[in-house]
């Protein structure tokens, strides 16, 4: 802009940056203002955490409806957690209140009333997750064109969170539908504060638009400091191991406690149970010390108000406050001057490492702070591969890939979302009440998601559809919803299309604590929320868990697997194990862990072969691949290898490494799976002829035929593998 772009916006904002104190707009906000003042092009901000996204987004945005006030809502904001609405909700209530703009949130926890005026009359900003959108979608069509009709932009936070999975695809689709319905061309902007790989998402965040999207990516240096800590628990074979096991796992907890408690601290994990056996353990050692209770639980099994009641804590109170969290947390929520960011173990990937160090040093000149601390189970006379800390190894890679290479993976898009196909033609069928088959072939196909399903197929999948009561046909030729399918499509589980195991509430009197998938009988105690708790009732009917207080055992009351590793983190972790380079940021524990790890490696040949005699009958294979392309790799041996050279068990331990047991010999083995991958040039050969295995929350609902394609594509990977295998090659 040939101005300073502070002067153009509206004078409310220049009041907030004064009021703030700013001293200057930064340079995504710059940006933002050149590329929304001055063009019609749609907007990808790709700046880290804490570098003003949200107002770069807003400020001319918002400036706009200002200036020229919308007909209707006029900035629709898609959010994929609920708490990040609540924490954007009151940032822009601040921001706005000056300015006489409204500012709305709708989700499930928001009361009626207030969205009952929000439709009486529609205006200002909308802040709402995918899952809320799509009913309104299909519940209220009728009111679409009032809602959005004069919407202007678009605002999608976190759309790396979105891209790679089913809800990216959602979220396309209810954009299309908008602006078919309201007759709207909003412009659309994207935040994101984990992305390397621009290109795929540009081409998402334009899809079925004609405008291009120009990026704004300030490459900002920011100070990190890092730490690796890593403790080993010795295998309790006897009463003396156990109690070396015991004394290990109390130097573990005392270690993240002393590291955490008198601060304001995040502990992220990896999975709710851990996130809950960790508060567990940090009570009970506070209440050994005679020391306060700081502690918290945060994530998406524990009720709404405790929730808040954590992230208040963490973010008003005077501290110390310490919360353990899953993702529900890593996502771009403000809590304000964290002082520490522990991580349980490694996070599965560069871009949840890059989110979850983020959530510190988010004020002024502060560094950016995470300690690692991996924990690992040793035994030593466990299998060869067992006995590598993998843990630590993964900690290491991300850290060298992200801080030497800035490396985040890239976004990958579903190739045939069949699962998505079925979902967005219920509810697309559910809004218009009746269609004829061809409008609705029409409506979906034309969905930016579904271009590459052929006509002939959808014709096939309405048909099956029809045979499975899914959907009926009338006497003069339209289709409805079927009784079926009403019970599918009429639940509030179908706004979502992620899978989501049924859970039971947990009361303690009246107040709810949150929800397990696994109910233990009467009698039996359990964890939630960093505390021990006692069945007292179980209430199946209204799917109820009624408990007390308990001093009991812990059990683990989720289901559920790790994430997927890329194989560009595999390659990193075999070039730290053959390397000798120290990393600084290795406590003396963990480089010791190290180098035991690289001498077991160099003289097991673990990285010379990656198929390796392991006694008696059986193999180990070490792929060094990816999640997906290991499961490739697996199919391949399972469904075409295993007859032929006679293997008796194919044993996976994702992404590592697989035990295979058989009538061969490593040699013979590795030579077999070079040639069978060369020789396979369809993946559809990888599968048996009955198998259609499913990928996403509503594949059921999908032809067999339709079901192995989709699979044979965004399943697996033969591409990738060929080129992992390739390695296998290389000179020794």
């Known amino acids: 802009m040939s101005e300073n772009p502070f002067y153009r916006l509206a004078p409310f904002i220049k009041e907030f940056i004064y009021k703030n104190r700013w001293e200057t707009l930064r340079e995504a906000q710059v940006d933002a203002c050149r590329v929304l003042f001055e063009t019609p092009n749609h907007l990808l901000i790709a700046s880290g955490t804490a570098s003003g996204k949200t107002e770069a987004a807003f400020f001319p945005a918002l400036t706009e409806l200002y200036e020229r006030p919308s007909d209707s809502v006029g900035i629709l904001y898609i959010a994929p957690l609920k708490a990040l609405i ?35 009359k529609p205006s200002g900003v909308l802040q709402i997750t995918p899952e809320s959108l799509e009913g309104l979608l299909m519940n209220r069509p009728n009111a679409i064109p009032a809602l959005f009709n004069d919407l202007r932009f678009i605002v999608i936070d976190e759309v790396h969170a979105f891209m790679g999975g089913d809800r990216g695809i959602q979220v396309l689709s209810q954009l299309a539908r908008i602006s078919r319905m309201a007759g709207c061309s909003p412009r659309r902007i994207g935040l994101s504060a984990t992305l390397s790989d621009y290109e795929s998402v540009t081409k998402w965040l334009a ?35 156990a109690e070396q096991l015991e004394l290990a796992r109390q130097s573990y907890f005392d270690y993240i406690y002393d590291y955490t408690h008198l601060k304001k601290a ?60 899953t993702l529900t947390l890593e996502l771009g929520i403000d809590l304000g001057e964290l002082e520490r960011v522990i991580q349980l173990g490694a996070p599965y990937s560069c871009a949840s490492f890059v989110q979850r160090l983020g959530r510190s040093g988010r004020r002024g000149d502060a560094a950016s702070e995470m300690i690692f601390v991996t924990p690992e189970e040793e035994d030593e006379e466990a299998q060869l591969p067992a006995r590598m800390p993998w843990s630590l190894l993964r900690a290491i890679a991300v850290i060298e890939l992200y801080v030497r290479e800035k490396w985040v993976e890239p976004l990958a898009v579903r190739k045939l979302p069949v ?88 009361y303690n009197g009246t107040e709810e604590i949150g929800s397990i998938t696994t109910v233990p009988p009467p009698g039996y105690c359990f964890t939630l929320a960093g505390k021990l708790w006692k069945v007292e009732e179980v209430d199946n009917r209204h799917k ?73 009958d059986s ?3 070490l792929p060094w691949a990816g999640s997906r392309q290991f499961r490739t790799l697996e199919r391949l041996l399972k469904n075409n290898l295993k007859g032929k050279l006679n293997l008796r068990s194919i044993v996976p ?10 009538k061969t010999d490593a040699e013979t083995l590795e030579a077999e799976i070079l040639a069978e991958s060369a020789a396979t040039a369809d993946p559809l050969g990888l599968l048996a002829p009955d198998e259609a295995p499913y990928l996403g929350k509503y594949d059921e ?4 035929d339709l079901l192995r394609k989709a699979f044979s594509l965004d399943g697996l990977d033969l591409p990738g593998l060929l080129e992992v295998l390739k390695q296998w090659r290389r000179p020794r």
């Open 619 to 621: 193999m180990f294979i």
């Open 701 to 704: 609902f999908i032809p067999h």
């Open 653 to 662: 331990m994702e992404p590592y490494y697989m035990v295979v047991a058989g």
């Open 207 to 241: 899809a079925g638009t004609r405008q291009p999207v120009e990026i704004s990516a300030p490459q900002g240096g920011r100070k990190l400091r890092l730490s690796v800590e890593h403790f080993s628990f010795p295998d309790a074979r006897d009463e003396k191991g």
């Open 419 to 506: 699962g998505l196909l079925y979902h967005q033609t219920m509810s697309i069928l559910k809004s218009m009440g009746e269609a004829e088959p061809d409008d609705l072939k029409e409506a979906v196909l034309s969905l930016p998601s579904f271009r590459e399903v052929a006509p002939e197929d959808y014709d096939d999948f309405l048909t099956y559809l029809l045979g499975m009561g899914q959907i009926e046909k009338m006497e003069e030729g339209s289709l409805l919803i079927g009784l079926a399918g009403e019970k599918i499509v009429n639940n509030f589980r179908f706004y979502a299309v992620f899978k989501d195991d049924e859970e039971h509430v947990v």
């Open 544 to 616: 109820a868990v009624y408990v007390k207080t308990s001093r009991g055992k812990v059990d683990t009351l989720w289901l559920g697997a790790g994430g997927d590793v890329h194989t560009r983190i595999m390659t990193k972790i075999r070039e730290v194990l053959g390397d000798t380079a120290l990393y600084p940021y290795l406590a003396p524990s963990a480089a010791a862990r190290l180098e035991r790890a690289r001498r077991l490696a160099k003289e097991s040949g673990l990285l010379e072969r990656s198929v390796l005699p392991a006694g008696g």
């Open 266 to 325: 995040l502990i992220f994990t990896n999975s709710r149970t851990d996130a809950e056996s960790a508060i567990l353990e940090m009570r009970r050692i506070a209440a050994k010390r005679g020391e306060r209770d700081v502690f918290h639980v945060h994530h998406g099994s524990i009720s709404a108000l405790l929730r808040e009641e954590t992230e208040a804590a963490l973010r008003q109170g005077p501290g110390p406050a310490v919360a353990a969290a």
């Open 86 to 120: 609540n924490d954007q909700f009151t940032r822009l209530n601040d921001l706005l209140r000056e300015g006489g703009i409204p500012v709305w949130h709708w989700h499930g926890d928001v009361p009626q009333a207030e969205k009952t005026k929000l439709m009486q």
